[in-house]
C-alpha cells in the first residue's frame, strides 16, 4: 500500500492552518469595524438596532478585560509550548500479509519520492551493509511515469510509463539486454528505438508482475478501496535498466531498490537501521519487508510515543489547573451579570453561551495561534501534544464555567429593579380608546425601542405589557405594565414602570427614564381622549 509524501502533507497542512488562520482573522476584523460603526452611531445620538448578540458580545468583553485573563492565557501558552518541547515520536511499522509466501530470502524494498541516481542507492547499500546487515543481492527498478506520452512507430498505444529491471527480475520476465518490449496487443509491424528493436511481452505476464510480493510491477497510480489502480499495460514500455537510461535520457531513473538478505536477520537491528537511514535521506518515502508470508510496511509518517503522550497529558491537568485557579475569580462577576440579563429576558441559553465565548477567548484563540506557531516550527508530532494539551484545557475551562457561573439559587443575588407608578382618571372615554391611546404613545415613543407589546382583555379590564430599551444607554430599559379598568362612568388608567439595566446607572438616568416613559404614556392619552371629544 502506497503512502502518501510527507513532506506534501506537512506543506497542505501548513498551507491550511495559514488559510484558517487569515480566515479568522479576516472574520475579527470584520466584525470590529461593525461594532465600531455601531458604537460612533450611539456617540452621534443615533438609535442602535437592539441585538442579544451586541449584548453577548460586550458582556464578554467586560470579563476578558480583566488583568488576571491576560495571566491565564500566558500560563496556557506555556505550557502549550513545554507539551510540545517535550514531545517524541516514532516511525509508522504497519503488519501486512505476504501473498503468496516468499521462498528463500528475506526481502526488503526501499521505495524513493522520485527518481534518484545509483549514487544515493550506492550510500544506502553501504550504509546497510556495515551495519551489520548481511547483503546477499541487490535489484534497482524504474518506475516512471512521463510527463508527456511517448509515440512509437507500428504502436497503436501511446506509452505513458517506462519500466526499466535489473537482471533478476528480468530473466522472470524474459527480458533481454538491448531490446525494448510493449504490450503484444499493440505492436503492429516492426519497430524500433534508435538502436534497439521493440518487441512484444504479454500484457498479462506484464499485470502479473510483481516487485516483491503484494507490490506490482506496474505503479501503482491510486487505489479503489483496497485495489491498487495501475496503468494498463497496453501504456507500458519494458526495459533492461541500461536501456531504460539510454530511453529517459537521464542517469536519474531509479525509482525502488530490492534487497535479499538473509534469513534469521535480526528484525529490530533492520527496522531501527531503517528508520534511521530514513530520517538521513529525505527522498526514501516507504520501505516494505517481507518474510514469508509476512509483511511489515514503513512509512515515514510519525507518530507519538507512550511517554510523549503521558507527558502531553500532564502538562494538560497543570494546564488546567492554572487556568482555572486564575479564572476561577471571574465566576463571581459572571453569576451577577447573568442574573442582570435575566431580569431584562435573557433566555437560559444566554449564560451558557457567555461562558462557552469566555472560555473560546482565552484558551481557544491564543491556544490555536500557538499552535499553529509549534508546527510550523517543530513539525506535526510536537503539534499533536501542543493540541491534546490545548483541547484538555478548552474542555476543562467550558466546563467549569458552564456548571459555575449560574446562580446557586433563585433567592440569592435577585436584582430589584427601580420602579414608578401613576394613576390617571380619564372621564368621558371608553376603553378601548384609552388601550389604542397608550400602545399608539408606547410605539410612538423616541427614547425608546420596543423590544415586545402586547395586551389581553381580561373582561371588562384591558392588561398593556411592553418592554423598551433605552436609546442613550446600552443595556438599560423599562417593564411597562398599564391596566385600564372602567370604573363608574370613568376609566382609570394605573401605570407600573420598572428600570432594569446590565451595568449599574445613575439615579438621575433612571429617573429620566422613568419620566421619558410614563410622561408619553399620559400625555398620549390625554390628548387622544379630548381629541376625540372634541
Known amino acids: 500500500m502506497e503512502i502518501a509524501d510527507t513532506e506534501v502533507i506537512s506543506v497542505f497542512m501548513l498551507v491550511t492552518y495559514i488559510a484558517v488562520l487569515l480566515l479568522f482573522m479576516y472574520g475579527v476584523y470584520r466584525y470590529v469595524r461593525v461594532e465600531k460603526g ?25 470579563l476578558v478585560r480583566k488583568p488576571l485573563v491576560a495571566i491565564a492565557v ?78 512509437l ?31 503484444c496487443n499493440a505492436l503492429e509491424g516492426t519497430a524500433s528505438i534508435g538502436k534497439h528493436r521493440v518487441s512484444c511481452i504479454s500484457p498479462a505476464l506484464i499485470a502479473a508482475a510483481r516487485v516483491v510480493n503484494g507490490v506490482p510491477l506496474l505503479p501503482v497510480q491510486a487505489y479503489l478501496g483496497v485495489t491498487p489502480i495501475t496503468p494498463p499495460p497496453t501504456s507500458v514500455l519494458v526495459t533492461d535498466i541500461e536501456t531504460a537510461v539510454e530511453v529517459l535520457g537521464t542517469r536519474e531513473v531509479f525509482t525502488d531498490v530490492v534487497y535479499f538478505v538473509g534469513k534469521g536477520v535480526n528484525t529490530t537491528l533492520l527496522f531501527n537501521l531503517v528508520e534511521s537511514v530514513a530520517s538521513k535521506y529525505p527522498a526514501i518515502a516507504v520501505a516494505r519487508y517481507v518474510e514469508g508470508d ?50 431584562q429576558g435573557m433566555p437560559p441559553w444566554g449564560n451558557t453561551l457567555i461562558a462557552v465565548s469566555l472560555s473560546a477567548i482565552v484558551t481557544a484563540v491564543p491556544g490555536l495561534i500557538a499552535l499553529g506557531a509549534v ?69 410612538g415613543n423616541g427614547f425608546f425601542d420596543v423590544e415586545e407589546l402586547e395586551y389581553k382583555y381580561l373582561g371588562g379590564e384591558v392588561l398593556i405589557h411592553a418592554r423598551m430599551s433605552y436609546s442613550e444607554a446600552w443595556g438599560s430599559g423599562l417593564d411597562v405594565n398599564v391596566m385600564v379598568v372602567g370604573r363608574e362612568g370613568n376609566v382609570m388608567v394605573h401605570i407600573t414602570a420598572y428600570v432594569w439595566s446590565v451595568e449599574e446607572i445613575s439615579e438621575a438616568i433612571m429617573s429620566n427614564m422613568l419620566a421619558l416613559a410614563i410622561s408619553r404614556i399620559v400625555g398620549g392619552v390625554k390628548a387622544w381622549c379630548w381629541s376625540s371629544r372634541s
Open 38 to 62: 455601531f458604537t460612533v452611531a450611539i456617540s452621534r445620538g443615533l438609535k442602535p438596532a437592539s441585538s442579544r448578540l451586541v449584548m453577548l458580545y460586550k458582556v464578554v468583553l467586560i
Open 74 to 151: 500566558a500560563s496556557i501558552i506555556v505550557m502549550i509550548l513545554i507539551s510540545a518541547r517535550a514531545a517524541d515520536f516514532t516511525y509508522l511499522w504497519m503488519e501486512v500479509s505476504a501473498s503468496p509466501p516468499l521462498k528463500g530470502n528475506v526481502a526488503l524494498m526501499v521505495s524513493f519520492t522520485g527518481r534518484v541516481g545509483e549514487d544515493l542507492i550506492n550510500n544506502l547499500t553501504r550504509e546497510l551493509t556495515s551495519s551489520g546487515i548481511t547483503q546477499l543481492s541487490r535489484e534497482l527498478i524504474s518506475r516512471v511515469i512521463l510527463e508527456e506520452p511517448m509515440s
Open 153 to 183: 512507430p507500428n504502436v497503436t498505444s501511446a506509452i505513458h510509463v517506462v519500466i526499466g529491471v535489473d537482471k533478476g527480475l528480468g530473466t522472470k520476465l524474459g527480458i533481454k539486454d538491448g531490446y525494448v518490449y510493449v504490450s
Open 294 to 343: 509476512k509483511g511489515y510496511i514503513f512509512s515515514k509518517v510519525t507518530v507519538p510515543t507512550g511517554s510523549s503522550v503521558i507527558v502531553a497529558l500532564l502538562a494538560s491537568a497543570v494546564s488546567a489547573v492554572l487556568a482555572l485557579s486564575i479564572l476561577s475569580s471571574l465566576v463571581p462577576q459572571l453569576r451577577r451579570l447573568y442574573g442582570r440579563l435575566s431580569i
Open 375 to 443: 508546527f510550523i516550527t517543530a513539525g506535526g508530532s510536537a503539534a499533536f501534544n501542543s493540541l491534546v494539551t490545548l483541547a484538555f484545557t478548552w474542555i476543562a475551562s467550558t466546563a467549569y464555567f458552564v456548571s459555575r457561573s449560574r446562580p446557586k439559587s433563585l433567592k440569592t443575588d435577585v436584582y430589584v429593579p427601580v420602579a414608578r407608578r401613576y394613576t390617571l382618571a380619564v372621564p368621558n372615554c371608553d376603553i378601548d380608546s384609552v388601550r389604542e391611546a397608550v400602545v399608539r404613545a408606547i410605539r
